[in-house]
């Protein structure tokens, strides 16, 4: 960091302001105000509005102190400069002698004091309570600007910030990095007048546009938020491209096969997505694609057909699986599927011994074809000789830290990145601007789509005689138990009663449980005599949230759904209505509710497209949850609002592209503004 560009303050100070994450003047430049009051205007009292912010000039009339019900200080005060001005109560709930007595000297000469603050009908008459004011003394001009008030901390006050921040702006280099005909035709002013604007606005801006944002001065800065995300994701992008990889050219033989050999055919969507994928398997740089598609939609076969072109093009494959049980079903699938071509499928998973895990990791590195597992794939030694293709299930599930784990095994493979969580195209195109992303948008024909009720717990024997009914009917159900996030102990001790009670209410019916302290072996037995109709309720915890397909079975209970996340529901929900049956989900609730979980089981009850409840979803909780382990190390967007700022994140990438082919200086300026030292931590 150059030295020049450090905050000039005492260190106690500078150790505060980083706590805000501010450590140079163009942090402090980018600090901008929550919000403004407006100190450019007196008001008489007797004018004055009720419950708005406003500003009165006043003299002080009476100074009391009442100590019952609770100590507090009462300043009465009148309009200045009116002989019979209509009289205001100040109300202090908590204050300092010093002050008590600086309002006294204030009342016996007779100084003005200005006051800010919202007036309300009293019981004897208009106060304010807490009150902010200042005794006037020579310095009585109303000051040209609204007021910022700035996020802050503790022991920060907002005068201190807003003198540093005004210094900062007359110091720091505020140079333009976009050209001025296009930020006009663009309606967006220049950098330097946005911010100036922003920190110290004329009373004339509208107040109201200022605080919700839609002023010319912050779409501006909301630009530039959203344009440095851009370069420094995109730059990430191209620097992996200049990277090799293996070009996987091959005749189709392997993929037609397997084609013929399925009993149904692909959608247009996966056809659409598969010749996406097979065309940059044979380009000679890695694949970054993210491959979406709501759950149900049919990623593995698209995943499968792009390890066809691998396998055929002499290199090998790794499939990844967060949990052991999805890597379990995803290799007894895929075993399914290419056993008949020929092509080995392998599994090392938690459950194997010491020695096959290492006959197993040889043969990794020797002569396997397709490799399926959770991320010990990459964790341990497995040190593939010619991997070309890695496939990465359920991606959101994965760190930052297991998928730069990824990139450095292989020498640079294809990765083919697969998630269940839909996410907003705005959304996308702004955190995942440093992959290409393919979207499955059709299920496949013949679903019926999954009915979603809602009960209270006080119904719970309804619930059950469901399960019963439904399992008369030849179908399977399952029964998950609640989330307990403080304690898996807790969790387990859950899944436990609620596996007792149903055996002993439905006696007669075989009850399986499956949770996440089993070891790898037990779960796979319990899930292998699910998927074999052995176990007509499986009870599970959230083990069972991703990627297992059982399409007989046809039953959802979720006890506590007012526990749940928005995508963990629908991920649920998603287990069932994979087969030709009726299926349904119901979400057993307790009271009371609170009102973010009201609104949650709400829209999972009336909506069943995924995207729209990915929308809802960052209406409700904002971005950094919904892109979930891939934020750490990545700095949020503070100002763009991505449902709202749609238009910018268009315009970002477009001028972005442009930047990064033309204009490396501009480019390196913006992100030096932008991010400073932070950069780093993007280049994952
Ligand atoms: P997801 O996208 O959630 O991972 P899966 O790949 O597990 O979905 O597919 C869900 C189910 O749909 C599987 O049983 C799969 O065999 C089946 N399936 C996939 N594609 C089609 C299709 N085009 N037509 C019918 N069934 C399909
Ligand atoms: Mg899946």
């Known amino acids: ?44 009292i007797g004018d004055a509005p009720i419950g708005v912010p406003l500003q009165v000039e006043v003299l002080v009339r009476e100074v009391s102190v009442r100590r ?9 005060v009148s309009d ?120 110290s606005p004329p009373p004339e801006a509208s107040a109201v546009a200022l605080q919700c944002r839609r002023h010319p001065a912050w779409r501006r800065v909301k630009f530039d938020e959203l344009l440095a995300q851009q370069l420094s994701l995109r730059r990430a992008y191209l ?56 759950v149900g939609c049919g990623k593995t076969i698209v995943a499968a057909l792009a390890v066809c072109q691998a396998i055929e093009a002499g290199y090998q494959a790794a499939f990844m699986a967060p949990t052991e049980i999805l890597a379990e079903q995803h290799h007894l699938r895929l075993r399914a599927w290419f056993a008949p071509l020929g092509v080995e499928v392998l599994c090392l998973s938690g459950r194997l011994g010491a020695g096959a895990r290492r006959t197993l990791q040889r043969q990794a590195a020797g002569t396997a074809q397709l490799v399926v597992g959770t991320h010990a794939l990459i964790q341990e030694e497995v040190g593939f000789t010619r991997l070309g293709l ?9 760190g930052v830290v297991q998928r730069l784990d990824l990139r450095r095994k292989g020498a640079n493979p294809h990765q083919l990145m697969m998630s269940a969580t839909p996410i907003p195209r705005t959304v996308a195109m702004s955190y995942y601007a440093d992959l290409d992303v393919s979207v499955i948008d059709e299920l496949p024909a013949g679903r019926s789509p999954v009915r979603t009720r809602l009960f209270s717990d006080s119904r719970r024997e309804e619930v059950v005689a469901a399960v019963r ?40 019916l075989r009850i399986g449980l499956v949770h996440g302290r089993l070891r790898g072996q037990e779960k796979a037995a319990v899930m292998a005599a699910f998927v074999a109709g052995e176990i007509d309720v499986l009870v599970a915890t959230t083990v069972i949230e991703v990627g297992v397909d059982v399409p007989n079975a046809s039953l959802m209970v979720i006890e ?44 999972i009850f009336e909506q069943t497209d995924g995207f729209e409840i990915a929308r809802l979803d960052l209406q409700l909780r904002g971005p950094g949850e919904l892109v979930g382990s891939r934020q750490s190390g990545m700095p949020l967007l503070r100002y763009a609002d991505l449902e709202v700022d749609g238009d910018l994140v268009e315009l970002a990438q477009q001028m972005a592209a442009q930047l990064l082919r033309d204009d490396p200086e501009r480019v390196a300026g913006h992100l030096r503004r932008w991010l400073g030292c932070r950069e780093e931590l993007l280049k994952v």
Not at 582 to 591: I, K, N, P, T
């Open 1 to 44: 960091m150059p030295v020049a560009d450090e905050i000039d303050a005492p260190p106690a100070l500078r150790s505060r302001l980083r706590k805000l994450g501010l450590e140079r003047r163009d942090d402090l430049v980018l600090h901008l105000p929550l919000r403004y009051e407006d100190e450019t205007q007196l008001v008489a």
């Open 68 to 76: 019952a019900p609770r100590r507090q200080l009462l300043v009465e």
């Open 80 to 199: 200045a400069g009116v002989a019979e001005g209509n009289r205001l109560l100040l109300r202090f709930l908590s204050f300092y002698s010093s002050q008590q007595r600086a309002l006294e000297v204030a009342r016996d000469q007779q100084l003005r004091l200005r006051v800010f603050g919202e007036i309300r009908n009293g019981l004897g008459g208009p106060e304010m309570v807490h009150p902010r004011y200042r005794v006037l003394g020579d310095d009585q001009a109303l000051p040209a600007s609204l007021t910022p008030v700035y996020p802050t901390t503790a022991g920060l006050a907002q005068s201190a910030l807003r003198k540093l921040i005004a210094r900062a702006i007359c110091t720091a280099d505020l140079a333009e990095w976009l050209d001025a005909a296009w930020c006009s035709s663009h309606a967006l002013p220049s950098f330097a007048a946005a911010v100036r604007l922003l920190h």
């Open 239 to 294: 620097a992996r491209r200049r990277k090799g990889a293996p070009v996987l050219l091959a005749s189709g033989r392997l993929a037609k096969g397997l084609q013929a050999a399925l009993p149904f055919t692909l959608t247009g969507a996966q056809r659409r997505v598969a010749a996406e994928i097979a065309a940059d398997l044979a380009q000679p740089y890695p694949m970054q694609r993210l491959l979406q598609g709501d």
């Open 390 to 398: 890695v496939i990465v299930d359920e991606q959101h599930r994965f």
């Open 469 to 508: 009914a439904v399992v008369a009917e030849g179908r399977q159900a399952y029964w998950v138990c609640p989330l307990i996030e403080e304690s898996a102990k807790l969790e387990l001790q859950a899944a436990l009663e609620s596996w007792a009670a149903l055996s002993s209410e439905l006696a007669d």
């Open 560 to 603: 506590h759904a007012e526990r749940f996340g928005l995508a963990q529901l629908h991920q649920l929900r998603g287990r069932v209505g994979r087969g030709a049956h009726h299926s349904a989900c119901v979400l057993l609730y307790q009271q009371p509710l609170s009102s973010t979980a009201r609104a949650r089981l709400k829209i």
